[in-house]
């Protein structure tokens, strides 16, 4: 029961470009969205959140939009540097309920 | 502040070998996570304390996984007897309150080959 997905394995983007990072979910319930970066060895550590009574947060290079009629949420970093290269996480939330999605591999090529 | 600590970081096991895990969450966090990871997909919830009780464990196999979280701070996550299944990175996670309100803290995870 893949209640949130994230089509894309993976993503490539040059330096200084826009990365687009995309998330689609299925239980309306949820209200309260993540997204989580992963290097490898290590554990998911959290980027940025989004309430379900908000459409856009920002924090610096990074801003994520919520679509709530389209059960759609997508992660803006702009410009991108090298240093996002790695798996990032959507998870959406719901009265002790968090699910992930199977997440997207970003690559920034300098 | 430190973060979450786990232990072992790799661990091969025959089948039907047990296994446990340890976590230490970061100090003052009330609640703590056992998530599962298998390669190519997101973590799934396996158990969540708050405190020392549990809140959900309904995807826990319980016929061969079992946790505790002895005087609401460390816990461990047992696996008897494993199965080739079982292989994948087992992660710890703890928040200051329930998930929606404060971000999750990941651990480095303990990564569990069954062979």
């Known amino acids: 029961d893949q209640q949130v997905k994230q089509n894309s394995p993976s993503l490539s983007v040059q330096e200084g470009r826009i990365s687009i990072l995309n998330c689609d979910y299925t239980n309306s319930m949820f209200d309260y969205f993540l997204w989580y970066k992963k290097y490898p060895a290590e554990g998911p550590t959290f980027l940025i959140s989004i309430s379900s009574i908000k459409d856009k947060n920002e924090d610096g290079r990074f801003t994520v939009f919520l679509n709530k009629s389209a059960k759609h949420l997508s992660l803006h970093i702009v410009p991108s540097q090298p240093g996002d290269s790695a798996v990032y996480f959507c998870a959406a939330f719901n009265n002790n309920d968090m699910r992930f999605g199977a997440g997207t591999r970003l690559t920034v090529k300098p | 502040e430190a973060g979450v600590a786990q232990s072992p970081r790799y661990k091969i096991i025959e089948k039907r070998q047990s296994v446990a895990f340890w976590c230490n969450p970061i100090?003052?966090?009330?609640?703590l996570y056992w998530y599962q990871q298998i390669l190519g997909q997101g973590p799934k919830l396996l158990i969540q304390f708050q405190n020392n009780g549990v809140v959900d464990d309904s995807q826990l196999p319980k016929d061969r996984f079992s946790a505790e979280r002895l005087k609401g701070v460390d816990s461990t996550l047992k696996i008897q007897p494993a199965k080739l299944e079982d292989s994948a990175v087992y992660l710890c996670?703890?928040?200051?309150?329930?998930?929606?309100?404060?971000?999750?803290?990941f651990g480095n995870g303990t990564r569990l080959t069954v062979t």
């Open positions: 996670a703890s928040s200051s309150q329930g998930a929606g309100n404060s971000p999750l803290h």
């Open positions: 100090s003052g966090h009330a609640t």
